[in-house]
């Protein structure tokens, strides 16, 4: 019988949303099969979802994670995760896209996901995405993430006057898409001189370049030779200057700022 470590002894409560049936039996049996890990439901689409979470008055109902597909019928897993994330914040949601440059999943991170995963990946690979939001953190993939944020900037000319997150008409036409203020040679020189960025000490700018990149916080320890809490706190009061949900949304600013470039 697999042991569990004392920090995963608490079961993480995972509901599966997708449409194809198959999918969602294959990652039930996958999820199901780890002793930290329970599927608690699953929902064929996005507003089946959304009712799931909302009518669920018993607190072993309510999900720890959320594995959501993105194109869906009824409600698509972008609304679906906005609406799930405005109903219950602690909930942590992981997009699920079969192509890396699908332009919804970045919709997704910017409705508040935990991060992204493609469906062709290994499954320890997502069962460690499960694991590591469940334990508050993000999944990120650094170079995806930038593929998909100059497509959207490619399809968005004029969005550089926009206020960071603003809302606008999608290219497929999907309600409350958010894009992306675009970043080309007009970018500052020195990020740093964003005015976004002002309120980082010199520390913490250290920090936020090391998480823009993808670092795991014991990446960052080793990098810095800093230990856990330090490393923990630093990454707290950036995303808090930041206004930043969590490490994927302080990506995609390290991205937009130009601290980070492709």
Known sequence: MSSIPPESAAVSRVL???????????????V??????AVIGEAGDGREAVDLVAGAVDTERIPDVVLMDVRMPQLNGIEATRA???ARPQIKVIVLTTFDLDEYALDGIRAGASGFLLKD???EELLEAIRTVARGDAVIAPSTTRRLLDQLIARSPND??????AGS??????????????????AASNPWESPRLTALTAREREVFELVGRGLSN???MSELYLSEPTVKTHVSHILAKLGARDRVQAVVIAYETGVVTA
């Open 218 to 220: 014991g990446e960052i």
């Open 169 to 186: 008409a999608s290219p497929r036409g999907v309600p409350g898409n958010h894009t992306i203020p675009g970043r080309g040679p007009a």
């Open 16 to 30: 599966i949303v997708d449409d194809q049936p198959l999918v969602r039996g294959g990652f039930r049996m996958l």
């Open 84 to 86: 799930i994330l405005a």
């Open 160 to 165: 550089d006057a926009a206020p960071a997150g």
């Open 32 to 37: 199901d099969s780890q002793p930290d890990l």
């Open 121 to 123: 990946a290994r499954p």
